[in-house]
T-cell receptor, first 116, second 115 residues
Framework: GNSVTQMEGPVTLSEEAFLTINCTYTATGYPSLFWYVQYPGEGLQLLLKATKADDKGSNKGFEATYRKETTSFHLEKGSVQVSDSAVYFC???????????????FGKGTKLSVKP | NAGVTQTPKFQVLKTGQSMTLQCAQDMNHEYMSWYRQDPGMGLRLIHY???????DQGEVPNGYNVSRSTTEDFPLRLLSAAPSQTSVYFC??????????????FGPGTRLTVL
């Protein structure tokens, strides 16, 4: 079945460091890929998405590129801030040809802490 | 717009008690869903609905019931709570079905503890 695997956390970085959170997926069909962010005590918010191979999603300085050849969607940011401290979830939306309703399948989440 | 609202924010139950978690959205979204979030497990889909009167099971439906009588509301019922249902529950909605077309909006969550 479809699944998402993302790097285990927690990840602790100093402010202005480079961030990479790895995400790989297994899916049939042509899934869309997402990164969601959860700030402490809150629900999830969409950070960025990509709907087809080679698409790059970007938002708030974060980027991720949909790589079909490596089944990956790694999240990157060039210079993290303390305010980026949160839990990040990689997710896929099951493919169109599977006849699904676009239900999301999530990875286990990666907790990021950024120190000043 | 209030977006997706959930009540209560916190709840403690005893084993065997029943309760309903409420979820409402004011965005006229067709699709609504319930997830549970457990440490180290990410979010897992419990039930979802693609419109009033239509519901279906997700990955972990056992022990939960849902109904969708209106577009706005999608309550989640625990008929006989068990400690294994201790979790944080999130409701979410999006405009329609189909993969990748619509952003899914999440509520703030309900933290449930079953003793």
């Amino acid at each position: 079945g479809n699944s998402v695997t993302q790097m285990e956390g927690p990840v602790t970085l100093s402010e202005e460091a480079f961030l990479t959170i790895n995400c790989t997926y297994t899916a049939t069909g042509y899934p869309s890929l997402f990164w969601y962010v959860q700030y402490p005590g809150e629900g999830l918010q969409l950070l960025l998405k990509a709907t087809k191979a080679d698409d790059k999603g970007s938002n708030k300085g974060f980027e991720a590129t949909y790589r079909k050849e490596t089944t990956s969607f790694h999240l990157e940011k060039g210079s993290v801030q303390v305010s980026d401290s949160a839990v990040y979830f990689c997710a896929l939306s099951e493919g169109r040809y599977g006849g699904s309703q676009g239900n999301l399948i999530f990875g286990k989440g990666t907790k990021l802490s950024v120190k000043p | 717009n209030a977006g997706v609202t959930q009540t209560p924010k916190f709840q403690v139950l005893k084993t065997g008690q029943s309760m309903t978690l409420q979820c409402a959205q004011d965005m006229n979204h067709e699709y609504m869903s319930w997830y549970r979030q457990d440490p180290g497990m990410g979010l897992r889909l419990i039930h979802y609905s693609v419109g009033a009167g239509i519901t279906d099971q997700g990955e972990v439906p056992n022990g939960y019931n849902v109904s969708r009588s209106t577009t706005e509301d999608f309550p989640l019922r625990l008929l006989s709570a068990a400690p294994s249902q201790t979790s944080v529950y999130f409701c979410a909605s999006k405009q329609g079905g189909g993969q990748g077309l619509w952003e899914q909006f999440f509520g703030p969550g309900t933290r449930l503890t079953v003793l």
